[in-house]
Structure formats: C-alpha cells, structure tokens
C-alpha cells in the first residue's frame, strides 16, 4: 500500500488561488467560507488563522492581489511607453480574474496595490511625465477598469446561462489599445 501523501501546508497563497478558481468559475456569490475550506480539504475555520478577519479579510486579499500590479519598465523608456505597460498588464490580470472584477471596482486600493499605484507615479515621473503623476495613474486605473468592465459584459462571461469560458474579446482588445492611446495623448496635451 502506497504512503499517504501528508497535507499540503495551509498558507495565504493557497487560500487566494482556490477562492480566485471558485469565483472565476462559480461567481463571487458562491465564494463562501465553507465551500473554500472544502477545495482546500480543510475545515473552514483553518482558513481563519490567515484571514482573522474572515470573509471581509478575504475579498480585500482577493481585491489587492488582483490590482497589485508590477511592472519593470526598461530604462529609458518613454512615460507613454511605461503607462502602456501598466495598463496592459492591469487589464491582463483583471480578464484572468473576471470574477473578482467587482471587488477591484469597489474596494480601495490597500497594501500592495496602493504600493504600486505610488510606484506607478513615481516611474511616470522620473520618465517625464510632467504635472500630477498620481491624477495621470487615477485616470488610468479608471480608463483600465472600466474598459474592461465593458469587455467582461460584452463577452457574456457574466451571463449564468453562457459557455463562455475567456471575458476576452478581440474587439475588447483593439478598443483598449484605441481608448488607451486617445488617454495617452490627451494626458500629454494637458501636461498629466
């Protein structure tokens, strides 16, 4: 009889990829405690010992690990070119994670994400980007969120009804890059 493979340790990250697996294939509504202790084959309450403050602690983690978005631009690199980096990568990790799109629409930016909106200003900076670093990051932030607000509805990944498997769309992609530009310019027109 082959040895029993012993548990795979509980930690925060384990957490945050099951739930992210239920809402994305569930929907945020069928996130609960007890279904995520039971992807984890753990008792719900174990869940609580990385998350004190439960269900609450877990759509902030859910919230910030998808709008905690990095990227190292190379030097050198125009702001518009560091911008269009960021906002790319913010639309990736929002389209791979369509079922918490609502929690990074309504949760304030906390810990990491708030660190890199501050990274994020500082490179547009020290790129140039003359004027109000933190407006010229808030406008894109919202330009990025919402256009994929309406790339998730468009792609009828949200109706329960649907096989759509991918909130990604051609079409979402080519009007991204076009919005992003028309952002871009008129960000450089008005010196932020």
Do not use: C, N
């Not at 405690?33 to 869940?47: C, K, T």
């Not at 509805?153 to 051609?170: K, Y």
């Amino acid at each position: 009889m082959p040895a029993k493979r012993p548990p795979i340790p509980l930690s925060l990250e384990r957490i945050l990829d099951a739930a992210l697996h239920i809402a994305d294939g569930q929907g945020l509504r069928r996130l609960t405690m007890r279904r995520l202790g039971d992807a984890l084959q753990v008792e719900a309450m174990a869940i609580y010992h990385h998350l004190p403050r439960g269900k609450d602690a877990l759509m902030d983690a859910l919230a910030e690990h998808v709008t905690a978005v990095r990227v190292e631009p190379a030097d050198g690199t125009a702001w518009q070119d560091r911008a269009r980096a960021w906002a790319r990568a913010g639309r990736a990790a929002l389209l791979e994670h369509p079922g918490v799109l609502s929690l990074a629409l309504t949760k304030p930016p906390k810990g990491a994400a708030l660190i890199a909106i501050r990274e994020q200003a500082e490179q547009l900076r020290e790129a140039g980007l003359e004027g109000d670093a933190p407006g010229a990051v808030r406008t894109l932030r919202a330009y990025v969120f919402g256009s994929v607000a309406v790339e998730v509805q468009q792609s009828g990944w949200a109706d329960p009804d649907a096989a759509v498997r991918d909130a990604r769309t051609t079409e979402g992609e080519r009007e991204f890059e076009r919005g992003l530009d028309a952002l871009l310019a008129g960000l450089a027109a008005t010196g932020s």
